[in-house]
């Protein structure tokens, strides 16, 4: 099953998408705004991965407050990746090196980005314990899994992944099979955008 990194630039020559220009000039709608790279509070300084906040009104233009997947350019670099939502009605964006050195860009830096929201939603990548609970499930959770849409399939895997504790995410996992095996389509009550459950946040900037 193929998955979608967080960040991954698109070469020019890339089949699906072509060079940076040509992929933008393809997509229904753009999204065009600057944003500071900010290192994550957290992070050690050996850590090379840095993020991003979209401005209000970048946010309010995609199609859902949860997590949607993009493509556009960072700097002209052409990329694909899945917005995270901030809990507070927005998204943000982690840059891993590999794009932000492509880029030319370092924490601290604007950056410029041109986004729009994918025209087919990428296959998310299924966490090895959630694989195995599934392998070892009744057919008919399996069966579900496989029916319903990548995006419903990223919805599982978000509301399993956003448990804090190792406990609760076992315990998710357990009723995602349970329900799957009765047919349900989606986790049920589950807040895509955080802004409702507090369980979606923002990292916090080194600076802040």
């Not at 890339?14 to 709608?29: I, L, Q, R």
């Not at 917005?83 to 410029?112: I, N, S």
């Amino acid at each position: 099953m193929a998955h979608l990194s967080n960040t991954e630039p698109v070469k020019p020559s890339h089949p699906a998408f072509g060079g940076g220009e040509e992929m933008m000039a393809k997509t229904a709608s753009k999204i065009r705004f600057t944003a500071k790279l900010l290192r994550p509070k957290a992070a050690a300084k050996s850590e090379s991965w840095t993020f991003l906040t979209l401005p209000n009104d970048a946010s309010t233009k995609l199609p859902s407050r949860g997590m949607t997947s993009v493509e556009g350019t960072l700097n002209g670099c052409a990329f694909r990746a899945t917005l995270e939502p901030d809990g507070q009605g927005g998204h943000w964006l982690k840059v891993d090196r590999t794009l932000r050195e492509a880029a030319g860009a370092e924490a601290g830096d604007l950056v410029t980005l041109e986004i729009a929201p994918v025209a087919v939603e990428p296959e998310p990548e299924v966490p090895d314990d959630l694989r195995h609970a599934l392998s070892a499930a009744p057919p008919k959770a399996s069966e579900t899994w496989s029916d319903i849409t990548p995006l419903a399939r990223r919805d599982w895997i978000h509301w399993i992944t956003s448990g804090k504790r190792a406990e609760t995410r076992a315990k998710r996992i357990k009723v995602a099979v349970s329900k799957l095996s009765d047919g349900d389509r989606r986790p049920c009550c589950f807040d895509r955008s955080g802004m409702y459950s507090k369980s979606l946040s923002c990292p916090v900037a080194e600076d802040t």
